[in-house]
């Protein structure tokens, strides 16, 4: 399962990477972060992050969603259980918006917007709320009014 988060961040990718991982291992205290020269790498056995400053991957969502992002953290999950990898992702993005209160997307691959927040307003792709039976996403652990929006076909 891939995922994409997309944020603005006035820092840099090192700094991103530090609140990721922080938020992270709040929840999932085995995560281990390295980073290279413009990247870094957060992994456990769940699943891994890279978090890069790339505007070719952030340029079309940012015009796409009218959002304003500047950094793509890509997530791939490949644990045998993903509810779990999951859970973590969204508690972990649940403590990353509250601290970087700016413009934040969560996309996946094959379902488009997961959900996004724009203006300070949590937006919530109601097709993937209203078939928990395909779209298994822990909208629980997310803090704050949402309101849902059908967001099929965007990305």
Not at 37 to 64: G, H, K, P, W
Not at 66 to 89: D, G, K
Not at 101 to 127: E, P, W, Y
Request: hydrophobic share 40%; aromatic share 10%; glycine share 2%.
């Amino acid at each position: 399962m891939e995922l994409a988060l997309y944020v603005f961040n006035k820092q840099d990718t090192k700094h991103l990477a530090t609140l990721l991982m922080s938020a992270i291992q709040s929840v999932s205290p085995e995560t281990r972060m390295s980073c290279k020269d413009d990247y870094c790498t957060l992994m456990n056995s769940n699943f891994s992050c890279i978090v890069q400053d790339d505007d070719e991957l952030v340029s079309f969502t940012r015009e796409e969603l009218s959002l304003n992002i500047n950094y793509c953290v890509s997530v791939t999950i490949f644990s045998y259980s993903p509810e779990q990898a999951l859970r973590v992702i969204f508690q972990a993005v649940n403590k990353l918006i509250a601290q970087l209160d700016k413009d934040v997307a969560l996309t996946d691959s094959s379902s488009g917007v997961i959900f996004l927040r724009s203006n300070g307003q949590l937006i919530m792709d109601s097709h993937c709320r209203e078939n928990p039976d395909i779209y298994d996403w822990p909208f629980d652990v997310l803090e704050g009014n949402f309101i849902e929006k059908d967001m099929a076909g965007l990305l």
